[in-house]
């Protein structure tokens, strides 16, 4: 694969803002609809959007959620692969702006109640959405103009941001009319084109012979899954990611069984864990995490999440509250040195089909544990976290096993160097 020559940047301080701007408007498009499609489905009035084709509201509110993440699943596999051949300038410049004609469509389909117009906005969004992979190999990009592990920690610090502000202004615009938050997220979109146009630089384009659809099917990020050296980081991801959305997605149903949680508890409970990811990953984790080689770094925040996650359901009141919120403290940890680990690592294979590798595998383990995890809440959700803790730390295990075929391939720690590096 001929990868693109990536370009010194001449202002990274305000390369970093974007890609940031970038990476919290992402996941917040991703969790904007959250509290605007649940009242509409819920309504005991039935409408053409909420019973389309006469279909069950709850089938259909689990296929809007859905559109989302599957687009993104593979915008990921496609997007970061691109932007190593034909520079991140222009394919993130054309995702964003397909970004904003899928919020657009989204708001016209919702306001004319054309659920299946709706759908089809979402899922052509998520693949936008997958532009979170060339964030994050911009990131990695600026280095050595800003150290690695604070530019992906800034970056994560982001993302973990976008699961509060998405739906607070989902929330607070959806007032004046159920189109309005989907107005407001592509007006936003504005900006990032705007800043991307004028701090990124266009790239040198290495020869290739290839078109489109030949690149597209010979170095999609899909294609790193049959890469050896990648087997331990594949298991690793995968795992983890499974585990993590086991948290995510059922400690609210564990809230609502055991604690009696109402949405406005849970709103602020996730608030709290939320400020917690992004303050870890901002603070600590941007200045500190290179002092840690990035695979013990790992391993630390996996020992520690999943204790965690298997304690919350054997607590109740204050002392669970706390270790829930305290959750944030290693998935800001986890989130950096994983990502810092890979970049230096792997670099070679390209940081857009890499960084594309590993988002498709965080959207996989969610639809894995999304239906899987269901089945097991049947016996009670706190089953669910306890296998999601077995799954967090399952990843650990493979962390070891990658940081064993490390030494035993180098005879020596050649990852022992500061993660920063």
């Given at each position: 694969?001929?990868l693109?020559t990536?370009?010194?940047?001449?202002?990274?301080?305000?390369?970093?803002?974007?890609?940031?701007?970038?990476a919290?408007?992402?996941v917040?498009?991703?969790?904007?609809?959250?509290p605007?499609l649940?009242?509409?489905?819920?309504?005991?009035?039935?409408?053409?959007?909420n019973?389309?084709l006469g279909?069950?509201?709850?089938?259909?509110?689990g296929?809007?959620l859905?559109?989302?993440p599957?687009?993104?699943?593979?915008?990921?596999?496609?997007?970061?692969a691109?932007s190593?051949?034909?520079?991140?300038?222009?394919?993130?410049?054309?995702?964003?702006?397909?970004?904003?004609v899928g919020?657009?469509?989204?708001a016209?389909a919702?306001?004319?109640?054309?659920?299946?117009?709706?759908?089809?906005?979402?899922?052509?969004?998520?693949?936008?959405?997958?532009?979170?992979?060339?964030?994050?190999?911009?990131?990695?990009?600026?280095?050595?103009?800003?150290?690695?592990?604070?530019?992906i920690?800034?970056?994560?610090s982001?993302?973990?941001?976008?699961?509060?502000?998405?739906?607070?202004?989902?929330?607070?615009?959806?007032v004046?009319?159920?189109?309005?938050?989907?107005w407001?997220?592509?007006a936003?979109m504005?900006?990032?084109?705007?800043?991307v146009?004028?701090l990124?630089?266009?790239?040198?384009?290495?020869p290739?012979?290839?078109s489109?659809?030949?690149?597209?099917?010979?170095?999609?990020?899909?294609?790193?899954?049959?890469?050896p050296?990648?087997?331990?980081?594949v298991?690793?991801?995968?795992?983890?990611?499974?585990?993590?959305?086991a948290?995510?997605?059922?400690?609210?149903?564990?809230l609502?069984?055991?604690?009696q949680?109402?949405?406005?508890?849970?709103?602020?409970?996730t608030?709290?864990?939320?400020?917690l990811?992004?303050?870890?990953?901002?603070?600590p984790m941007?200045f500190?995490?290179?002092k840690?080689s990035?695979?013990?770094g790992?391993?630390?925040?996996?020992?520690?999440?999943?204790?965690?996650?298997l304690?919350?359901p054997?607590?109740?009141?204050?002392?669970?509250?706390?270790?829930?919120v305290?959750c944030?403290?290693?998935?800001?940890m986890m989130?950096t040195?994983f990502?810092v680990?890979?970049?230096?690592?792997?670099?070679?294979?390209?940081?857009?089909?890499?960084m594309?590798?590993?988002?498709?595998?965080?959207?996989a383990g969610?639809?894995?544990?999304a239906?899987?995890?269901?089945?097991?809440?049947?016996w009670?959700s706190?089953?669910?976290?306890?296998v999601?803790?077995?799954?967090?730390?399952?990843?650990?295990w493979?962390?070891?096993?990658?940081?064993?075929?490390d030494?035993?391939?180098?005879g020596k720690?050649?990852?022992?160097?500061?993660c920063?590096?």
């Open positions: 694969m001929q693109s990536q370009p010194q940047y001449q202002h990274p301080q305000l390369v970093l803002l974007t890609i940031c701007l970038i919290l408007f992402s917040a498009g991703l969790a904007l609809p959250y605007i649940a009242p509409i489905f819920a309504s005991s009035e039935l409408t053409s959007f019973h389309w279909l069950d509201p709850t089938l259909l509110f296929i809007a859905a559109a989302s599957l687009g993104i699943l593979i915008g990921s596999a496609v997007l970061g691109m190593d051949i034909y520079g991140r300038r222009p394919v993130l410049l054309g995702s964003l702006l397909l970004a904003l919020y657009a469509l989204s016209l919702i306001a004319a109640e054309q659920y299946l117009w709706f759908v089809l906005a979402r899922f052509l969004t998520g693949i936008c959405e997958g532009a979170i992979s060339i964030a994050r190999a911009i990131a990695a990009d600026l280095h050595p103009q800003i150290q690695r592990n604070k530019a920690a800034w970056v994560n982001a993302l973990h941001g976008g699961w509060l502000v998405g739906p607070l202004i989902g929330g607070f615009t959806v004046y009319g159920t189109d309005v938050p989907f407001v997220a592509a936003a504005l900006p990032c084109l705007v800043l146009y004028f990124l630089p266009a790239t040198q384009l290495q290739n012979r290839l489109l659809w030949q690149n597209l099917a010979a170095n999609n990020s899909l294609q790193l899954l049959r890469e050296l990648l087997k331990w980081v298991l690793i991801q995968l795992s983890y990611t499974i585990g993590l959305n948290f995510y997605e059922f400690y609210p149903l564990w609502v069984e055991a604690e949680f109402n949405s406005t508890d849970i709103g602020l409970i608030a709290a864990l939320c400020l990811m992004v303050t870890v990953s901002a603070g941007s500190w995490s290179h840690v990035a695979l013990q790992s391993l630390l925040a996996i020992a520690l999440l999943g204790f965690l996650v304690l919350l054997q607590l109740s009141q204050w002392p669970a509250w706390a270790v829930l305290l944030g403290v290693p998935i800001g989130s040195w990502n680990y890979c970049a230096n690592k792997y670099a070679a294979l390209g940081q857009g089909r890499l594309g590798l590993l988002t498709l595998l965080m959207c969610n639809i894995i544990i239906l899987g995890g269901s089945v097991i809440a049947l009670g706190g089953w669910t976290l306890i999601g803790a077995l799954w967090i730390w399952l990843a650990g493979f962390i070891w096993q990658e940081r064993r075929r030494l035993h391939s180098s720690n050649t990852e022992g160097v500061p920063g590096q």
